[in-house]
């Protein structure tokens, strides 16, 4: 099969795929993207309830999410696309004094960074979310920059752009092994035929580890299921995402947290204590008794939500609960894009300007120090922390 003059190839049409070759052709680039599944955002994007922070601890991930702000926020504008925007913010509230100090304790490194967040007292708590349960509430940090987006408005936005500006798009295409020469990656060989590319972007999600193997190299990511659901649409009462670090009655929990998105539907997921390593998608029959208590204990009128569709997906974990961005040590022309955890779909676009600007122009647009926390030479087992969702 003849192969056309491509600049980058793409694996992945997923939240960091679909705005990498965006960016990418947006530097000029022509860009191939090969996904294995049907369309885009059918790996793990689809699975997001859409939560867009920059209100994290680590200056990568707060670079990253800043800038993947400035292009959601500015999407219509730039695209003409709604891709449900909603700046309703993120509110941790606490209720024991474990969480407080927590959250209090994340504040001064994030004021470092200039984010938009504040620890509100119970009042303030109760005027951002209406409805909360007072019982034990002492405050919680509100951070109003913060916000929503559709995970499948924003793929499918962000492939038709990209595809506006010259990307060729390829589904139903399963990256089986790469072409190398010597230690240099220079393109890719699928079912139906070989793609050649100065450059190879690895934006596998879930599957990362075994297309870093495809180039020698040892990336530790690993699958990690969480559970999801949505209501039906009700009037808007909430604006923020609102996140819960109790373990719940019986600790079954690391966090909850909810939503209301653009179209008025309740979105909800929680992180089990005890992680459920794997591939298998199926519902579980204890999700909803437990993220319904949990709902209403916080909100008690959310019992009346009627509940519409609920669905299991993936995270790509990494040891550290970190990231993996940027150029691997001794192997040219391959770029990572990949261990997302629970945050790859508010990381998407932040990390495609910046892998864009690294195939480009050599550099990232973050400053190296920060971009380079992200590396894949570090050492994931160094530090190894829980990420908070
Ligand atoms: C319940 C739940 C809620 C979540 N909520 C949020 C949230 O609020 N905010 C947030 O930021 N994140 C959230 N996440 C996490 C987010 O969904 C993931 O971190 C993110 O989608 C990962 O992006 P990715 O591009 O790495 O992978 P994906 O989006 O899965 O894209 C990878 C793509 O690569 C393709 N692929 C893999 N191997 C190959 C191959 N060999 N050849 C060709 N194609 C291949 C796959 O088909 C897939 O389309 C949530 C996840 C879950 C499960």
Request: charged share 20%.
């Amino acid at each position: 099969m003849a192969t056309e003059p491509f600049d980058a190839i793409v694996i992945g049409a997923g939240s960091v795929g679909n705005p990498t070759a965006y960016f990418l052709e947006r530097e000029g680039l022509r860009t191939l993207v090969l996904d294995e599944l049907a369309s885009s955002g059918q790996g793990q994007n689809k699975a997001a309830i859409g939560g867009v922070r920059a209100t994290h601890s680590d200056p990568a991930k707060i670079g990253l999410c800043q800038q993947s702000l400035e292009v959601f926020s500015t999407w219509k504008e730039t695209s003409g696309t709604d891709i449900g925007w909603k700046k309703g913010g993120y509110c941790f509230p606490a209720f024991d004094e474990k969480v407080e100090t927590t959250i209090k304790g994340l504040l001064p490194v994030q004021k470092r960074y200039h984010l938009n967040i504040d620890w509100l007292d119970a009042d303030g708590i109760r005027a951002v979310v209406p409805g909360i349960n007072e019982h034990g509430l002492r405050g919680g940090t509100y951070s109003p920059d913060d916000g929503q987006v559709s995970p499948l408005l924003a793929a499918e936005s962000f492939t038709r752009e990209a595809i506006r500006l010259g990307a060729v798009y390829r589904y139903h295409e399963p990256v089986r092994s790469l072409l190398l020469r010597g230690t240099s990656v220079v393109g890719v060989r699928t079912e139906k035929g070989e793609y050649r590319a100065s450059t190879v972007v690895n934006a596998s999600g879930v599957r990362a580890t075994e297309v870093s193997r495809m180039a020698g190299l040892d990336i530790p990511v690993v699958p990690d299921s969480h559970e999801g659901g949505i209501s039906a649409p009700v009037a808007p009462f909430l604006d923020p995402l609102v996140v819960d670090l109790r373990p719940g009655p019986e600790g079954q929990t690391i966090n909850f947290y909810f939503g209301q998105d653009a179209n008025g539907q309740v979105i909800f997921c929680y992180t089990p204590k005890v992680p459920i390593v794997g591939t298998d998608r199926n519902s579980t029959s204890e999700f909803m008794p437990i993220i319904a208590a949990r709902l209403v204990e916080v909100i008690p009128r959310l019992k009346n939500l009627t509940i519409r569709r609920v669905w299991r997906g993936l995270y790509p974990m990494t040891p550290d609960g970190s990231p993996v961005v940027g150029k691997p040590p001794n192997v040219e022309g391959f770029v990572l894009g990949v261990g997302m955890c629970g945050q790859g779909f508010m990381l998407g676009p932040g990390v495609g300007r910046n892998l864009a600007s690294l195939v480009a122009r050599g550099t990232p647009l973050l400053d190296r120090e920060v971009f380079d926390l992200l590396s894949p030479a570090r050492d994931f087992f160094k530090g190894k922390k829980e990420a908070l969702k």
